[in-house]
């Protein structure tokens, strides 16, 4: 599903966590990378190109990205993206951590997306030689599964999580690839390790994560197992009452049953606080069961 790859810029797995472009370490570059993210800003692109020259700071390459991309140079833009991306992961494997912040897994993805076969070229060609990039690998998977190479995209996820286990980082801090690796499986109509991959996320987070339990209990719903869905729609209400998702999924699952009345109740509780249905903007499916539902009230 492509909501999860909003998600992406909402989940760290690290020991020290990376910070994004517009704070940079604090080194000798730091006043050209300042000034061009300024520059940026302000939509000076050749300037700000001009003002990293020769600046080798964590961050240009981020920078010259973006600039290259707002020039709609969109290769160059790309071979910059995948080069932040090497130092990243490079820096964090060898000080034994993995992270991911927000200006990878939002501005890189969609750079690198707008040519993304060209991209996982670039991604492939950096990783030969090297056991495991994280950055690369989960981008790398990223990209294959926006565009629905969902085993290619199992893959690489399944490398990171290797890694992150031979570092001792497990449980909690690999639950989102979990979550990520199940939409996979659910792309490919494997309901039964799309249910067991995300329950490892939800076991891992002691039910918590309400996102993770909607989306188990709608694979729950499309194998029609009615009774499971609608127990984890009601944890996720309970872990998030004001989650307009989960009474949206409960109306599904009761409609699903031709329970109509009850249905409405539960379509009513979500309106009332999403009124736009914006929760279900990236959820196709869910939202086109409620609409259908909707039209009957």
Same mark, same amino acid.
């Given at each position: ?24 370490? %604090? ?17 000076? +692109? ?6 990293? @020259? ?38 964090? $494997? ?23 076969? +060209?991209?996982?070229? #670039?991604?492939?060609?950096?990783? *030969?030689?090297?056991? &495991? ?11 294959? #599964? ?12 399944? %490398?990171?999580?290797?890694? &992150?286990?031979? $570092? ?12 990520? @690796? ?18 490892? *996320?939800?076991? *891992? ?14 694979? +729950? ?11 984890? +729609? ?16 409960? &109306? ?46």
């Amino acid at each position: 599903m492509r909501k999860t790859q909003t998600l992406l810029s909402a989940f760290i797995i690290c020991v020290t966590v990376c910070s994004s472009f517009t704070t940079p370490q %604090k080194n000798d570059d730091e006043s050209p990378v300042n000034t061009a993210t300024c520059l940026i800003g302000a939509g000076e +692109y050749r300037l700000a190109l001009k003002t990293l @020259k020769d600046c080798d700071a964590l961050f240009a390459d981020a920078l010259r990205m973006e600039a290259y991309n707002s020039l709609n140079r969109t290769r160059k833009a790309i071979r910059y993206g995948v080069e932040y991306l090497d130092k990243l992961g490079r820096q964090h $494997i060898k000080d034994g951590t993995v992270s991911l912040s927000s200006y990878v897994s939002t501005e890189v993805q969609d750079v690198l997306n707008r040519n993304w076969k +060209y991209a996982s070229r #670039q991604v492939q060609k950096r990783l *030969a030689g090297q056991e &495991c990039n994280a950055q690369l690998q989960m981008m790398l998977g990223s990209l294959y #599964q926006i565009n629905g190479l969902y085993d290619e995209a199992i893959e690489q996820y399944d %490398k990171v999580m290797d890694y &992150c286990r031979g $570092i001792g980082l497990k449980d909690f801090g690999t639950d989102w690839l979990c979550t990520w @690796k199940s939409d996979c499986y659910y792309g490919l109509v494997d309901y039964d390790n799309a249910v067991r991959t995300i329950s490892q *996320a939800i076991e *891992a987070n002691n039910s918590r994560d309400y996102y993770q339990l909607c989306r188990r209990g709608f694979y +729950y719903m499309q194998q029609g197992k009615f009774n499971e869905a609608m127990e984890d +729609y009601s944890k996720a209400a309970k872990a998030n009452p004001n989650n307009a998702e989960a009474y949206f999924g409960r &109306c599904a699952v009761l409609y699903r049953q031709g329970k109509l009345d009850e249905a409405r109740v539960e379509y009513g509780k979500g309106i009332k606080i999403d009124p736009a249905m914006e929760c279900l903007e990236y959820d196709d499916e869910l939202m086109d069961i409620v609409t259908e539902f909707s039209k009957d009230i």
